[in-house]
Every structure is written in C-alpha cells, then in structure tokens.
C-alpha cells in the first residue's frame, strides 16, 4: 500500500525559506509522477510542481517558478520542496502526490486526480 508522509511545514517570515519532504513507501517509484499541491484557506486546491520520477520532466505553476525547486533522492523515494523568497500568499496546507500512470502534463493541470495523496503540511509565511 502506497503512503506518502511530508514533512518540514512550519512558520517562517516573508522572504524566508522552507523545505518540505515527501517520502514514498509501498510501491516502486521509479515510473511515478510526483508532485506538490496546496491549499490556503478557502481557496482551490492549486498546482505547485511535479516531476517525473524517472528524470525526464519538472513542472512548476507561474506562481512559484524561479522561487521553488523539486528534487529527488538517489533511491527515488523522497520528493522535496525547496521554497525560497516566500511571500504570505504562499501560506497555505501543502500536499504531496503520487500517481502511477506517467502522465505529468495531465497531473499538473489537475485533469487527474492523482492516485495518493500525503497528510498535508502547513506553511505559514508571516508578513
């Protein structure tokens, strides 16, 4: 059973920095599509970046793109989130995902739910 655990939420003033984890288990993730999401308070949920497990693609939302990067470790089972330059709109439940199928374009314009979803984390980003 695949279960996603993220990690490295917290409260950081604006133009700090933060680090989220997500680490994999169950499954073989070697093929997978992996990515972030969030959630502020009464918004959508909103597409932050995803990568292709095998190395061949990473995406990121406008919003965050030349502030936030993915990265993933060497076994293919951990997904970070390097947030650089936060702003307090960037406050808001992150959420790791995981999806089997390969299809990156598809999972970040949200027009598939992904398959597995981590807990959240929360960011808070004081002015």
């Known amino acids: 059973q695949v279960q996603l655990a993220e990690s490295g939420g917290g409260v950081v003033q604006a133009g700090g920095s933060l680090r989220l984890a997500c680490a994999a288990s169950?499954?073989?993730?070697?093929?997978?599509?992996m990515g972030w999401f969030r959630q502020a308070p009464g918004k959508e949920r909103e597409f932050v970046g995803a990568?292709?497990?095998?190395?061949?693609?990473?995406y990121y939302s406008e919003s965050v793109k030349g502030r936030f990067a993915i990265s993933t470790d060497t076994a293919k089972t951990t997904i970070y989130l390097q947030m650089n330059r936060l702003k307090p709109d960037d406050t808001a439940v992150y959420y790791c995902?995981?999806?089997?199928?390969?299809?990156?374009?598809?999972?970040?314009?949200?027009?598939?739910?992904?398959?597995?979803w981590g807990q959240g984390t929360l960011v808070t980003v004081a002015s």
């Open positions: 169950g499954g073989n993730f070697g093929n997978y599509v």
């Open positions: 990568t292709r497990m095998a190395g061949d693609g990473t």
């Open positions: 995902a995981a999806d089997s199928r390969g299809w990156l374009i598809a999972f970040t314009q949200q027009r598939i739910d992904p398959q597995h």
